[in-house]
């Protein structure tokens, strides 16, 4: 309770509505109000702890939404039942590993969502949708910045007959969304200070940090297990539209976090975790070897 009603947790949160959390934090809105709204609504009906009540409240619903979105999309990628349920426990576990240096980052886990909300809609041809969970995930984090390449390559692959006219219109419309806010809330709040972990700057000074760490093999390690290694090597296996994911969002995703984040801090990996390698992962295990049992004891 301390750390979240006193500590780090509630210091970034309010920093963020007060509008001084530095570059890139104090871009990252939409949570932020997400959760203050929460926290009024439990004050005014006297809800005891509403502030640490809040964050965990929304930490798990959040938590909740993601498997039920990844057991919802392994099974539309055409995996069993079973091994959609077996990817969603994967996915969880995964998280629960997540943890260095690190609060709720309830910023980092809307952004798993979005894309899980985002990849349904175009396996569903919902196209329409992709414009409000793109307004959405623009005001979340920076990284949604991938959603219009998805849109727009996952619809020019061969499986799919929408109008090319359409398709080029729902990616720009995406993409300028996302332009749009990324330069409005740059506007809005006063110039930030760039926050430089652990000193080093991004670009050389980072990537040479993350591939000399012990800690980035370390973290990566334990949250995303052998599951991309694997999935890798039963790519032969994985279904058209999951290898468009693949190359749309895994080469960009590992280069820009390489030179721009701690590589430790493995929760930013988690999106390419779970919309590529754990479906990936399940394609090879329970199709080409499927005497092969999960056992998660």
């Not at 949708?129 to 998805?150: D, F, K, Q, V, Y």
Request: contains cysteine.
């Amino acid at each position: 309770l301390p750390f979240l009603e006193e500590g780090k947790q509630l210091l970034r949160h309010r920093a963020i509505l007060e509008g001084h959390a530095g570059n890139p934090w104090q871009y990252r809105v939409l949570s932020a109000y997400l959760i203050e709204g929460a926290i009024q609504l439990l004050i005014k009906i006297n809800i005891p702890h509403p502030i640490a009540v809040s964050f965990i409240m929304c930490r798990v619903l959040l938590g909740t939404a993601i498997c039920i979105c990844a057991f919802i999309y392994y099974q539309k990628l055409g995996l069993s039942r079973g091994l959609a349920f077996n990817g969603m426990l994967l996915l969880g576990w995964g998280m629960s590993y997540a943890h260095y240096d690190s609060d709720l980052q309830f910023n980092t886990y809307f952004d798993i969502l979005f894309y899980l909300l985002v990849v349904l809609c175009i396996l569903h041809k919902r196209l329409f949708w992709l414009i409000p969970l793109m307004l959405l995930a623009a005001l979340n984090r920076e990284t949604s910045g991938l959603i219009p390449l998805l849109i727009f390559f996952s619809f020019r692959s061969e499986n799919y007959s929408i109008g090319r006219t359409r398709t080029m219109c729902i990616a720009a419309a995406t993409l300028g969304i996302y332009l749009v806010i990324f330069i409005l809330l740059r506007s809005l709040y006063p110039e930030q200070t760039l926050l430089v972990p652990y000193g080093n700057h991004p670009g050389y000074e980072l990537l040479t940090h993350n591939i000399t760490s012990i800690l980035t093999l370390d973290r990566l390690f334990a949250t995303l297990s052998i599951i991309p290694i694997v999935a890798l090597i039963g790519y032969r296996q994985w279904p058209q539209q999951l290898k468009v994911f693949f190359w749309v969002v895994v080469p960009i995703w590992f280069a820009i976090h390489f030179i721009g984040s701690v590589v430790a801090e493995a929760r930013l990996f988690l999106v390419p975790q779970a919309l590529i390698f754990l479906p990936g992962f399940l394609f090879f295990v329970g199709n080409e070897h499927p005497h092969i049992n999960i056992n998660l004891h």
